[in-house]
């Protein structure tokens, strides 16, 4: 989206482009079943390489709108930018996952240039590692691991292909406004060999619902305002849903069993860490037991950002998430509406928060600080893959 009153030093963004470029070659290789790359130089010198040039850009253009500071406008931009840039050192500092802060320093670069920029290159960087992971997984030079007989990880060290092709699926449907008909055949064959090799239901039904609304797009937006407005409180409810169901598991066997047990590993946090006001650093980790259970490890993206990041964040971020529904309903942009809400329900058992890789609708959150600043609402429209304003 275009952002006013920004001063752009690189009109072509070819630093934010190679810098997630870099940062997703490391992401994916550090998550791959390659033994210990993620412990190796290589590793460490493509996230400096990555690092660098996205802490140049953001900090180039904050000293480049420095000499509009007296104008009142530039003042509440800076400020929000600084408070950005300060809650990514804290949170890295209490919880030092890169993902974290790289997430929230594309938010911020996010502020000064189209967000389509940063979405587009990391749909692209991001399926490109997932093609050559999984080729190179098939021919037998990275491992295939198979946890469950029939279950293949296409190269990585969990299941999680199929959730990173459903956030690939979303980019792609949202952004793509012609030869509809070819994307779509694309993506159901994909997401069908996805399925056959991973087995991973969630993201294979959430994808279903994501391109039959969208097959039904014309229809979907008649309808009625009073439902989508209901909605748009998603995150909201899926968040009470979620902590209703895991604080009481052992009186609902049936979701316990719907969920494959994941209710009662997310009780198990809670009741082990307990609930805080701030963020903190709790290590997850696995322990197989005789009856085969796993212990402190929790799959809910609300449960996880409640135990690790606090009641304050947590409420920061189910707020943004909400407003950014309701703004999706207030434009009548229907494609983002969906995505939200697929997003909001992805939540309910994996976590998407603060991952680039998973959710990029949070890229959108300067639009929505935009209006609450002045007051008007902004209308927009898809051309191509630009996603342009207009009043």
């Known amino acids: 989206m275009k952002t006013k009153g920004i001063v752009r030093l690189n009109k072509k963004n070819i630093g934010v482009k190679a810098s997630i470029a870099l940062y997703t070659v490391k992401y994916f290789l550090d998550r791959s079943s390659i033994p210990g790359f993620s412990d190796t130089m290589f590793s460490n010198i493509l996230l400096f390489l990555s690092i660098v040039p996205l802490m140049l850009f953001i900090a180039g253009n904050m000293l480049t709108n420095a000499s509009l500071l007296k104008k009142r406008n530039s003042i509440k931009n800076a400020i929000s930018v600084l408070a950005a840039v300060v809650v990514s050192i804290l949170i890295f500092r209490i919880i030092p996952y890169v993902i974290y802060v790289y997430t929230l320093m594309l938010i911020v670069a996010a502020r000064y240039i189209d967000s389509s920029v940063i979405i587009q290159t990391v749909k692209r960087s991001m399926i490109a590692m997932l093609l050559i992971i999984a080729f190179f997984s098939l021919i037998g030079l990275i491992p295939n691991v198979s946890t469950v007989v029939g279950r293949y990880n296409l190269g990585f060290e969990s299941r999680m292909y199929g959730w990173y092709i459903l956030n690939y699926c979303a980019i792609e449907i949202y952004y793509r406004n012609r030869n509809r008909a070819y994307t779509y055949i694309w993506l159901v064959l994909l997401n069908i060999i996805v399925y056959c090799f991973t087995k991973t239901r969630l993201s294979l039904y959430l994808f279903a619902i994501l391109i039959v609304v969208s097959v039904f797009e014309d229809y979907g937006k008649k309808i009625g305002k009073d439902i989508q407005k209901k909605l748009s409180l998603s995150f909201v409810i899926m968040f009470f849903v979620s902590l209703f169901l895991t604080i009481n598991y052992v009186r609902f066997p049936y979701f316990e069993d719907m969920f494959s047990g ?61 407003l950014l529904m309701k703004k999706s309903v207030k434009t009548n942009n229907y494609r983002w509406f969906i995505w939200l809400l697929i997003i909001a329900l992805f939540n309910l058992i994996n976590n998407s928060f603060f991952n680039v890789y998973f959710d990029c609708t949070v890229f959108f959150i300067w639009d929505v600080k935009r209006e609450l600043g002045n007051g008007k609402a902004n209308y927009f429209k898809i051309q191509g893959d630009r996603f342009d304003e207009f009043k």
């Open 262 to 322: 994941r209710l009662r590993f997310g009780m198990r946090v809670i009741s082990s860490y307990g609930i805080k006001l701030w963020p903190r650093n709790i290590e997850y980790y696995t322990q197989q037991f005789e009856d085969g259970s796993f212990t402190m490890y929790v799959d809910s993206g609300y449960i996880d950002l409640l135990v690790r990041f606090g009641i304050i964040l947590t409420i920061v971020v189910i707020l943004v998430y909400t």
